[in-house]
């Protein structure tokens, strides 16, 4: 191709071009390593000296127009880029996430919680021995407060010669931490816990609980009811009302219940609340002085508090699941919607 | 337990109306459970804690208590006792009490000359509002004032009782096989563990439970012996788990009576018997109370409970709430109080349930919510808990949905996978076969809920985190294990095979140990050839595989599942080692591509064996592109692609260097697998 073939050419390509990538193309057509310019400028070398004077300039002039046309030409192109419309209600493309179960949020949403309130967050062991589920949290054998614990006991003995069970709450945890630690400090855990019981909407054999302690010198009554409050507070909103009612729990005294205002209808009364306004939540009271002698402690000097509430019961409450044998069940027409 | 309002309203002139009433108690003493019609009464349901029964399990502590909270004045009842003058009980009845260990208090009256009838309407509805059926007047006398004062009664017949004039009643404990048969006509064969009530030949009733046929009250009978008892709590509970029989009597003493009740319900009950029933009281009690109480005073200081508060309450208003309660005041000072506790309140025990009495007769309610003060440490959060988020969060991402499953399993689970009953752990009392062992692998109720799925979805991707359970000698092992499952109605098992193999390699990769290794080893829930061993530096870290048809058939129509199950913990230290940054390349490194054609049961792990073998020093790293299997090829040969990666750590490499290196692979390749350059 000669220059002027060029000429005619280039700068007609470079007018028609449709975006940069097609710019590029003529740019490499023309002026790339070895472009058709490109080699009529290597090849002026060979010319005889009049020829050169006579074509170099001009080479290296239409070498300049067409790196200038090309800059213009691109800077339009990023100026005046067309796109085709999409259709923009056809369904995305699906890249597929799984789901968690509602607990794992639930869970993470309550530690988060107490973390923020400076508590430590630990574990236990669900198989137990009858010492920490129940004698160690002043309940001995043979005392009518066991019958509030419908429990599941494990057939073999092991070498400790201790009778095993399936815990009935998370209240062990207490003992546990205890033994180990010297307060003050603040845990929760939560865990998996194990009934004797019917199996219906409300009820199940396995369910989950959150247990608290507090222990220091100077926490009291009042803090015990802040610290209960904006929990609640922080897991349902701002609006929520707590009320203790006296109840019983032979490792707290005083023992209360702690009942919420309902969430759902604010405490004006609905079929949730059963028209009260208000719903059971939690179990909880001051650490009763035994338990503190059964870990060593000394009562005198130390003072704390203590609650356990059902996660199965929030999650039901927040999420409006009406019955809680779904959360076991595997049914993933039911975790799906999470 | 059942209180009758209109026997309240006796005592209480003013009662509240039943729901009122029914909330203040809620909110102050104890859960109001239902507000129940029963004829011309209204009957309160009231979950009484088991420390409050001395107290408030009858009408009277009750109307105590009410009186105490809503501060309403209290009438209490009057029994007038009219005792003959001249017979005095003891000649007529006299008590042995084996163990007094066993039974801390034993009280009787004697009457003569009753004549037993009907009751009157009026102790028949009272009866029939707490839920007791009236038998005559004198059975009903000793349930009426048992509902009245908390204590059980019982009534013999005097004439059927062992002896001449003077009966000897004993308290001992049962022999072995003994039988008994009671009121309500059950023969029980008892034991040692149970306590008794005899004469000197016959039981005559089960201790703290229910009382004999032989000495029955019948319509002919004239003379009574009653019976206020006091017995060992743990002893009679022991007894009525034994026999699986509760009453009203075993409920009580199972729960701790103060012994300061027998001695006023059976002047009580001998007043009304003498009322309804006529007859003659012979004089005094005959009573055997081997463990005398005392006064308890206790001591409150108003500094501490102050600190135990967190606010203050006016002192008037807490030496006011002691008197409301009928807690003695008996010395005061500047600082604190002395009080001294009612006998019938075996609950009040130290200055924490003083406290509590306080504070409920206060208001729980009108008690700040104050912040704490003090404690600022560092928190520690279980990195348990923190690495189990970390793994749902991943397996979430990669299109998993997280299940959760109960612990058990059954038998006929365990014998599924070929699991030896013998090595798990073991309920002793299941809810139902299926629930009767802990499960000692996720995989099991995994599946379950695969196939429970199946029916509503052709795909199913779980996954679960969860603690298995093992017998070991000191106790039960715990161990928490993360277990997926995939299961796809419109894909191919191997395809299913390797999209498990490609989460493990995130999941381990996201978890700072890239280079796991599967080593095939034959488990025997999977396919032949499909299974695996999951390590990584030589720790065992789970297995893989496809599940068996013949396993699958057990619990569905029998799609093909493929599962893994990972030990958390191993994992979870091995994700807690430190990244170490290793330096950037220098010099470039030289890409060659190259194909090859091999027969089908080739193993890329050998070929990539050769390979690497062929040029340990600057082969850096081999990438399988592609494989293929098919109609372009000859039958029985697979076409393997690879990037291989050379670079040096000192040098440019020339294409001199690369080239030989090459040849010598290809060249091993040949020799090895026959392969055929492509």
Known sequence: MTLQEIKQN?????????????????????????????????SLKDLSLEKRKELGPLANELKK?????????????????????????????????????????????????????????????????????????NIPADHPARDMWDTFWLKEKYLNKQKYLLRTHTSPVQIHYMEKHEPPFRIVSPGKVYRYEAIDASHDIQFHQLECLVVDENINFSNFKFIVLSFFQQLFSKEIKIQFVPSYFPFVEPGVQINISCPKCNGKGCSLCKNSGWLEI?????????????????????????FGLGLERIAMIKYNIPDIRLFNSGDLRFIKQF | MKFSYNWLKEYLPKLPAPQKLADELTLKSFEVEKIEKVKNDIVLDINLPPNRFSDSSGHLGLAREISAVLNIPLKLPKFNLIEDKNEKASNFVQIKIQNKNDCLRYSSRVIFDVKIKESPKWLKERLESCGIQSINNVVDATNYIMLLTGQPLHAFDYDKLTGNKIKTIVVRRAKNKEKITTLDEKTFELNPNILLIADLKNPLAIAGIKGGKIAEIDNNTKRIVLEGANFEPALIRKASKQLGFNTDASLRFERALSSILTEEALNYVASLIQKIAGGKILKGIVDIFSQKISKKVLGFNFEK????????IDKKTIENSFKRLGFKIVKKDKDNLFVEIPFQRIDIERFEDLAEEILRLYDYNKAPALPPIGLVKPINISENIIFRNKIKNILHSCGLDEIRTYSFVSKN??????????????????????FGFLQPTLLINLIKTVNLNLRFFDEVR??????????????????????????????????????????????????NCPDIEFLETPIKWFVKNRSAKIEYDNIELGYIGQITPALTHKYSEGFSIVVCELDLEKLLKLSEEEYEFTPLPKYPAVIRDISILVDWDVKLSEILNVIYESEPKILFDVDLFDVYEGKSLPENKKSLSFHLIFQAENHTLTSEEVGKSLEKIISNLKEKFNAEIR
């Open chain 2, 413 to 434: 689970d365990l014998e599924n996978f070929g699991i030896n009953p013998q090595n798990s752990v073991e309920l002793e009392n299941p809810i139902s076969n299926d």
């Open chain 2, 462 to 511: 779980i996954f679960e985190i969860d603690k298995t359970f093992q017998k070991a000698p000191v106790k039960p092992l715990e161990e928490w294990r993360i277990a997926i499952a995939l299961a796809n109605k419109n894909k191919k098992d191997d395809e299913l095979f390797f999209e498990l193999k490609g989460i493990i390699e995130s999941l381990a990769e996201a978890n």
């Open chain 2, 305 to 312: 409970f102050y600190h135990f508060l967190g606010f203050s």
């Open chain 1, 65 to 137: 127009e067409i790196e200038n046309a090309l800059k213009d030409k691109k800077e339009f192109l990023i100026t005046n880029a067309n796109f085709r419309p999409l259709d923009l209600s056809l369904p995305g493309k699906k890249i597929s996430l799984g789901h968690l179960h509602p607990f794992t949020n639930l869970e993470k949403q309550i530690n988060e919680i107490f973390a923020q309130m400076g508590f430590e967050i630990v574990e236990s062991n669900e198989t137990e021995t009858e010492y920490y589920n129940f004698d160690a949290l």
């Open chain 1, 282 to 306: 939690a179990g909880a009271g001051m650490v009763h002085p035994k338990v503190f002698e059964y870990v060593g402690y000394n009562p005198k000097q130390w003072q704390g508090f203590a």
């Open chain 1, 10 to 42: 280039v700068f007609k390509e470079i007018s028609e071009a449709k975006d940069i990538k097609n710019l590029e193309e003529i740019r490499i057509k023309y002026l790339g390593r070895k472009g058709l310019l490109t080699n009529i400028l290597k």
